[in-house]
């Protein structure tokens, strides 16, 4: 789905299919090296269930006790690309808004449910942050991320509830907010914020992707009318055993050791990064979540190079409000990033190269 020159259906994995299979990945925003043995051995018991019909009452009821809500509040779902669709699907709203950039999906689910969607693009100078006066008064929907993919930016809780009104749907997508220490300025939870719905993602920190789950939070009555628009059974046994296990005490703890090791590999990677400001290369600060946002000249170029070279990196001008200028990295272990230094060096030299350039570096 393109619109406006965006390609809103190009995601990070499409830079590792087919001929990128072998890259170095830094263009899909998992963790590396999960799912951990103890989550895959969880999931390959419930394997032992399959011929009956999946049930999630205890899947919902560990992810409320997570949160600290009552099980009405708690929907379960195919990963949250599926709530975007469910919330496009079953909502009656008038005047949809999206705040870009950010994952692209939630306008695509709109556009295909046949809305249309405005925009409220955040700006560079302004370090894509939220000012909510932006947001048009009349907006009945607002889909904002936090921390935002691929900005990185972590909007203080008290400014995304300013957006909140009677009257108004405020979803807040938190698919990587389990990634930042101490899970700070999260709405998850919260049930004093009129008309919130917050989503959140278990397939980023624990290697998920496959199995799709994630759940949506929200007022009784919003749960269900979501659930009414869902399928009969559309979360798998092996899914529903692995939501059980990653909201479990074990889980929790290791996400949050997860989330402080990620913020040191990413300051690493941050500060190889600004050794390359000479070249250009400049960084969306301060990132928060488990991937940077970058602007560089010559960018397509540079990420041919990378691929040449052994690296997947993600185009940045398939979000609204970036161009061809920008990538997105995910944070990777410090050898990783070492060897994708090196290599983003030699990229540079052959991009300026390709253009006619003086040599450098």
């Known amino acids: 789905m393109r619109t406006e020159g965006h390609d809103l259906r190009h995601h990070g994995d499409a830079e590792v299919r087919d001929d990128g299979s072998a890259l170095v990945d830094l263009a899909v925003n998992v963790r590396a090296d999960t799912p951990p043995g103890w989550l895959r051995e969880r999931i390959a018991e419930s394997l032992t269930g399959l011929a009956a ?24 779902t195919a990963g949250a690309a599926e709530a975007f669709v469910l919330l496009a699907r079953a909502l ?18 709109l556009r295909d ?76 939870g919260r049930t004093d914020v009129p008309g919130l719905v917050v989503l959140r993602s278990l397939t980023k920190t624990w290697g998920l992707a496959g199995l799709r789950i ?43 050791h997860a989330a402080h090791r990620v913020a040191a590999d990413r300051a690493h990677l941050v500060a190889g990064l600004e050794e390359f400001a000479s070249d250009g290369l400049r960084v969306a600060s301060p990132a928060e979540g488990p991937f940077v946002l ?31 200028e920008w990538l997105r990295l995910a944070v990777r272990d410090r050898v990783t990033v070492n060897s994708f230094l090196q290599a983003l060096d030699r990229a540079l030299t052959l991009a300026r190269h390709s253009d006619g350039g003086p040599a450098a570096r």
């Open 294 to 324: 970058v602007r560089l000249p010559r960018a397509a170029a540079v990420r041919r190079h990378l691929r040449t070279l052994g690296f997947a990196v993600r185009r940045g001008d398939t979000f609204p409000g970036l161009d061809e």
């Open 53 to 76: 019909y999946p049930d999630g009452r205890d899947a919902r009821a560990a992810v409320a006790r997570r949160h600290g809500l009552p099980v009405e509040r708690v929907l379960l």
């Open 214 to 256: 994630g759940y949506v939070l929200a007022a009784p009555e919003t749960i269900a009318e979501l659930e009414q628009a869902q399928p009969l059974w559309p979360v798998s046994t092996p899914a529903l055993a692995a939501a059980e296990a990653c909201v479990s005490p074990r889980a929790l703890a290791e996400a949050a």
């Open 92 to 109: 009656k709203v008038r005047r949809p808004v999206v705040v870009h950039p950010q994952f692209t999906e939630p306008e695509a689910a």
């Open 113 to 188: 449910a046949g809305h249309t969607v405005d925009r409220v693009l955040l700006r560079a100078r302004d370090g894509f942050r939220l000012d909510p006066v932006a947001v048009p008064e009349d907006a009945d929907l607002v889909v904002i991320g936090n921390p935002t993919n691929p900005t990185s930016v972590l909007h203080p809780a008290a400014s995304i509830a300013r957006l909140a009104r009677p009257g108004r749907t405020l979803v807040v997508d938190e698919a990587f907010m389990d990634a930042v220490p101490d899970e700070r300025e999260a709405l998850a």
